[in-house]
């Protein structure tokens, strides 16, 4: 990132809560205003699993498709892009004051993500955004990483306890936003949204989850580990759904 006055580097662990240049003194953008950033998912027309992700100041999800482009506004100042696709991800972090296009594809030789960052300019501007439509978000939070992680299925578990239920011996993995439970021998995953249960119920040893439509989900807790699963579950399942 450089200064748009003197044009000096700024370092990388520039305080990004300021908007003077830390050797000329200048202005580093212009506060409250918004400029548009163009993303293209440029290289191999298919990329193997899928498309890339784009986490914007870990506020807002995009996707966008191999061969695709996607288009949305951000206020002036510090941001920070992180592109991920399958393990990998690459962040990169803009002083934006001007509207950006930026170009990133999966190197498939060197396994790498790898990004082009260019400043579109006002004879750029109509050529770059003439037929551009601002894409919505896949998904927005106010958590940062954690809020992504939970929504994406790919945060930790609380608990991790092996439970019955009925017949079946398992795997019960307890989150802040759902249970799972999984069984060696059939290989299928129970999920269970906190959102949709209505009632947290003891059952002699065992934690009856009441969901909409009178459906039962009883899960046998080794009692060492009892009362506190039950707690958290009653907490936590009240806590989302407002009660």
Excluded at 47 to 65: H, I, K, Q, R
Excluded at 123 to 147: C, L, W, Y
Aim: hydrophobic share 35%; proline share 3%.
């Amino acid at each position: 990132m450089n200064c748009p006055n003197c044009k000096k580097v700024l370092a990388d662990n520039v305080n990004t809560k300021i908007n003077f240049c830390p050797y000329c003194g200048g202005k580093l953008y212009e506060d409250g205003k918004d400029f548009m950033i163009e993303v293209v998912c440029t290289g191999q027309r298919s990329l193997s699993g899928g498309t890339m992700m784009l986490f914007v100041d870990d506020t807002s999800f995009y996707e966008v498709e191999p061969g695709g482009k996607i288009y949305f506004p951000v206020r002036a100042g510090f941001h920070t892009f992180k592109f991920r696709h399958k393990i990998r991800s690459k962040m990169i972090q803009l002083l934006i004051g001007a509207d950006y296009s930026i170009k990133v594809y999966f190197n498939s030789l060197s396994g790498l993500i790898e990004t082009n960052v260019s400043e579109v300019d006002e004879k750029q501007h109509d050529s770059v955004f003439k037929d551009a439509r601002i894409t919505p978000p896949v998904m927005v939070t106010n958590e940062g990483q954690r809020g992504f992680d939970i929504m994406l299925g790919e945060d930790d578990p609380e608990y991790e306890v092996n439970v019955t239920s009925g017949l079946k011996e398992g795997t019960l993995r307890i989150y802040a936003e759902r249970c799972e439970f999984s069984c060696e021998k059939d290989f299928k995953k129970e999920i269970i949204q906190y959102k949709d249960v209505v009632e947290v119920r003891k059952k002699m040893g065992a934690v009856d989850l009441l969901c909409a439509g009178n459906v039962h989900k009883v899960y046998s807790i080794p009692k060492d580990i009892y009362n506190e699963v039950m707690a958290f579950l009653t907490n936590r399942i009240e806590e989302v759904n407002g009660r």
